[in-house]
């Protein structure tokens, strides 16, 4: 099983951004996805996740800009960043919990600067 995040990049304060990850491979039973993200210096911290019943919960900096969905068809989830701070700057991970099994993406950067 592969993730592979797209969607990062540099973008202007109070800009946008929708990232993308995509769960590959022998796939059986996708529960939990989520995004985290890990700023210089910073632990890695939650964003959102998403149950497979399509529950959400957000760290709460993010409530109100940023936006989970997930495609069960294509074993997707995105996220929707809208209202960008500088204090965004990260590399987001997303994660998935597949068949019980942990998995991680690797990382896309995102840049909020002007």
């Known amino acids: 099983v592969q993730l592979q995040a797209s969607g990062g990049g540099l973008v202007q304060p109070g800009g946008s951004l929708r990232l993308s990850c995509a769960a590959s491979?022998?796939?059986?039973?996708?529960?939990?996805m989520g995004w985290y993200r890990q700023a210089p210096g910073k632990q890695r911290e939650l964003v959102a996740l998403i149950t497979s019943g399509g529950s959400t919960n957000y760290a709460d900096s993010m409530k109100g800009r940023f936006t989970i969905s997930r495609d069960n068809a294509k074993n997707t989830v995105y996220l929707q960043m809208n209202s960008l701070k500088p204090e965004d700057t990260a590399v987001y991970y997303c994660?998935?919990?597949?068949?019980?099994?942990?998995?991680w993406g690797k990382g896309t950067p995102v840049t909020v600067s002007s």
């Open positions: 994660r998935a919990v597949i068949a019980g099994v942990d998995y």
């Open positions: 491979g022998s796939i059986f039973g996708v529960n939990n």
